[in-house]
C-alpha cells in the first residue's frame, strides 16, 4: 500500500471548516483513500473513503486532486466534539490485510 | 448488535505471566485484526486473519500469538508478558463490500500493563 504523509497537529476555530490535508504521491490506480478517526483512546471510526471523485457524506466530505496524489478531508463545521486524531489511509480495493495506520493529525477545536 | 467486543476493558499482569485478549464480533466479517498503540503513537499491526483458518503477521508480531478457529473470535496470546508490552491493544473486523468498501469497525480497547 502507498505511504502516506499528515501534519503532525492542527487547530480549528468551533463552527469554521477544518481541512486536513494527506499526501499519497505513490499511490496506484486501484488504490482507495480512507479516512478514519480516534477520539480520546475510543477505538478508531470510519469516516469516508474514495477513488478518484470527491465523496460526500453525513460526517464529511473528502477532496481527491486530479492526480490522485493528494488529497483533503473537510469537517464542514467543526465542533469540540471532533477533537481527535485523524488518520489517512490508503487501500487496495479488492483486499483487505495488512491496514497500517501512521500517526495521523492531531486535530484541537477550539472554543 | 454488539459490534467488536474486547474483554477485559483493563488487565495487570506481572513480567513472564501469559494471558489472552478476547475479541469477538457479530458481524460475520470475514477479516479481523490486532493493534497496539503506545502512548502518543499511531497504531499498529500486530496480527491480522483474512477468514477462519487463516492468520498472517503485522509490524510486530513478536510476543504475540492469535489463532481463528471461528469467524467470531480471534483471540490474541501473549506468551511471556514484558513491560515493554504495556499499552492499549485494539481488535477490529471487517469485510468487503462492493466498490472498494472495506470498513474497519473498532473495539473499545484493552489497557494491559505490565509490571
Known amino acids: 500500500d502507498a505511504k502516506t504523509t499528515q501534519p503532525t497537529s492542527m487547530d480549528c476555530a468551533e463552527g469554521r471548516a477544518a481541512n486536513l490535508p494527506c499526501n499519497h504521491s505513490?499511490?496506484?490506480?486501484?488504490?482507495?483513500v480512507y479516512w478514519y478517526r480516534q477520539i480520546h483512546s475510543q477505538g478508531p471510526q470510519y469516516i469516508i473513503h474514495?477513488?478518484?471523485n470527491n465523496e460526500t457524506n453525513e460526517m464529511a466530505s473528502l477532496i481527491i486532486t486530479e492526480d490522485r496524489k493528494s488529497s483533503t478531508l473537510i469537517l464542514p463545521h467543526a465542533t469540540l466534539r471532533d477533537t481527535a486524531v485523524y488518520y489517512c489511509i490508503v487501500r487496495v480495493s479488492t483486499s483487505y490485510d495488512k491496514v497500517i495506520f501512521g500517526p495521523g493529525t492531531s486535530l484541537s477545536v477550539i472554543p | 448488535n454488539a459490534g467488536v467486543t474486547q474483554t477485559p476493558k483493563f488487565q495487570v499482569l506481572k513480567t513472564g505471566q501469559s494471558m489472552t485478549l478476547q475479541c469477538a464480533q457479530d458481524?460475520?466479517?470475514?477479516?479481523m485484526s490486532w493493534y497496539r498503540q503506545d502512548p502518543g503513537m499511531g497504531l499498529r499491526l500486530i496480527h491480522y486473519s483474512v477468514g477462519a483458518g487463516i492468520t498472517d503477521q503485522g509490524e510486530v508480531p513478536n510476543g504475540y500469538n492469535v489463532s481463528r478457529s471461528t469467524t467470531e473470535d480471534f483471540p490474541l496470546r501473549l506468551l511471556s508478558a514484558a513491560p515493554s508490552q504495556t499499552s492499549v491493544y485494539f481488535c477490529?473486523?471487517?469485510?468487503?463490500?462492493?466498490?472498494?468498501?472495506?470498513?474497519?469497525?473498532f473495539g473499545q480497547g484493552t489497557r494491559l500493563t505490565v509490571v
Open positions: 477490529a473486523s471487517s469485510y468487503l463490500i462492493g466498490q472498494g468498501r472495506t470498513e474497519a469497525f
Open positions: 474514495g477513488l478518484k
Open positions: 505513490t499511490i496506484s490506480g486501484n488504490e482507495y
Open positions: 458481524m460475520n466479517h470475514e477479516y
